[in-house]
């Protein structure tokens, strides 16, 4: 019986640990297409609460940008993102509080008034605080 009780126990923590790892990885992706909206909108006041005050966000042309940078460059229109389209379905990995998040992305708008369309592949590790993910750093690629 004890047998039988002990296997029981297992596959419901495994239930419960499954059920965790999905809504954290729902989380994650309405925190990734949340991130896609206020760049496009620029929405400063959401931008300021998603993104991590160390961030590091490296770009496919080789611009690294800190929180600041984005920001101004966003409200500056030095930047400036029109679309930003999924391509493929996130694969999301969570370990406690710490999780990354890769992306295939179409991504079209200007740089110095200079227009852009590229595809992507993105890197993000996101940062569980309290109770909202933060974006700690990002990195694509350009993909031919």
């Known amino acids: 019986m004890l047998k039988y009780w002990l296997t029981w126990v297992l596959f419901l923590s495994m239930a ?21 909206s206020a760049l496009i909108g620029v929405k400063y006041d959401y931008l300021q609460s998603l993104l991590h005050p160390k961030l590091s966000l490296g770009h496919s042309n080789g611009l690294i940008e800190n929180k600041t940078e984005l920001l101004q460059h966003l409200q500056s229109g030095y930047l400036k ?21 890769r992306r295939y992305i179409k991504v079209k708008g200007e740089l110095q008034q200079t227009a852009f369309e590229v595809k992507l592949r993105v890197l993000e590790t996101w940062l569980r605080e309290k ?8 990195q694509s690629t350009k993909i031919n």
């Open 16 to 36: 419960i640990n499954a059920h965790a790892q999905e809504k954290n990885s729902l989380a994650l992706i309405k925190s990734c297409n949340s991130l896609d």
């Open 131 to 138: 109770s909202a993910w933060r974006l700690l750093n990002r």
């Open 81 to 101: 993102y029109f679309r930003i389209e999924s391509l493929d379905k996130p694969e999301v990995y969570t370990y406690k509080k710490l999780a990354t998040v």
